[in-house]
T-cell receptor, first 114, second 114 residues
Framework: GAGVSQSPSNKVTEKGKDVELRCDPISGHTALYWYRQSLGQGLEFLIYFQGNSAPDKSGLPSDRFSAERTGGSVSTLTIQRTQQEDSAVYLC????????????FGQGTRLTVV | AQSVTQLDSQVPVFEEAPVELRCNYSSSVSVYLFWYVQYPNQGLQLLLKYLSGSTLVKGINGFEAEFNKSQTSFHLRKPSVHISDTAEYFCAVSEQEYGNKLVFGAGTILRVKS
C-alpha cells in the first residue's frame, strides 16, 4: 500500500487477555517505530527497529510488552495479560532510513481494556 | 539521551493573530528537529524539519520554525492563523547518528477562535 497500515483499527479486550497489534510499513522503509498515545500524554516512544533488529527498546513499559519485525517489513506489538492502563492508541511509523527522514504514521490501533 | 519539552499544553488564539509554539530540547550531540501536526481525528503529518543549513525553516500551511542552537530551541511560528489550524502540534528530535529514534514532546493544542 501507499502508506503505513495498522490493524486492527479498534480492539476491545478483557483485562488479562493477550493482544497483537500489526503494522505494515511503507515498502522499502528500514526504520519502524511504535508509539503509544494516551489522552493528554503525548506520544510515548515504545520501540524502534532498524531492519529486523531493535537497537532501542527502552520505551517498552514492562515485560508484558514485546515486539518483533520479520523480513524487514511487518511488525507485531504484543501485549500480554493486558491491564486497564494499557488502554491507548498505539501508533506505528516508518521512515526510509531513520537518519533525519520524515516518519510516516499509520492511523493507529485504539486499544480498550475492559 | 535526547528529550523534548513543549512549554505550553494549550495555546488559545484569535483568528488572523500570530502564534508561537515553543519547543526546547536536550541532547549531548547534534540533532535533527521536526514539527508534526495532528488534526482532529486524523493521523500525524510532517509540518517541517531542520536537518542542517539555514536555521529558519519553512513548512506547509505558512508555518516556519527557527533553530537556535545556543538556546536549544526550535519554536514554531505563523504570522496569521486560521480556524483550520486548530490541531495538536508535536515537536520531535532525533540525534544525528544513523539509526536513531525519534522522540516527541508532549504536544501543544492550538485552539483558533473566531
Amino acid at each position: 500500500g501507499a502508506g503505513v497500515s495498522q490493524s486492527p483499527s479498534n480492539k476491545v479486550t478483557e483485562k488479562g487477555k493477550d493482544v497483537e497489534l500489526r503494522c505494515d510499513p511503507i515498502s522499502g522503509h528500514t526504520a519502524l517505530y511504535w508509539y503509544r498515545q494516551s489522552l493528554g500524554q503525548g506520544l510515548e516512544f515504545l520501540i524502534y527497529f532498524q531492519g529486523n533488529s531493535a537497537p532501542d527498546k527502552s520505551g517498552l513499559p514492562s515485560d508484558r510488552f514485546s515486539a518483533e519485525r520479520t523480513g524487514g517489513s511487518v511488525s507485531t506489538l504484543t501485549i500480554q495479560r493486558t491491564q486497564q492502563e494499557d488502554s491507548a492508541v498505539y501508533l506505528c511509523a516508518s521512515s526510509s532510513t531513520g537518519d533525519g527522514d520524515e516518519a510516516f504514521f499509520g492511523q493507529g490501533t485504539r486499544l480498550t481494556v475492559v | 539521551a535526547q528529550s523534548v519539552t513543549q512549554l505550553d499544553s494549550q495555546v488559545p488564539v484569535f483568528e488572523e493573530a500570530p502564534v508561537e509554539l515553543r519547543c526546547n530540547y536536550s541532547s549531548s550531540v547534534s540533532v535533527y528537529l521536526f514539527w508534526y501536526v495532528q488534526y482532529p481525528n486524523q493521523g500525524l503529518q510532517l509540518l517541517l524539519k531542520y536537518l542542517s543549513g539555514s536555521t529558519l525553516v519553512k513548512g506547509i500551511n505558512g508555518f516556519e520554525a527557527e533553530f537556535n542552537k545556543s538556546q536549544t530551541s526550535f519554536h514554531l511560528r505563523k504570522p496569521s492563523v486560521h480556524i483550520s489550524d486548530t490541531a495538536e502540534y508535536f515537536c520531535a528530535v532525533s540525534e544525528q547518528e544513523y539509526g536513531n529514534k525519534l522522540v516527541f514532546g508532549a504536544g501543544t493544542i492550538l485552539r483558533v477562535k473566531s
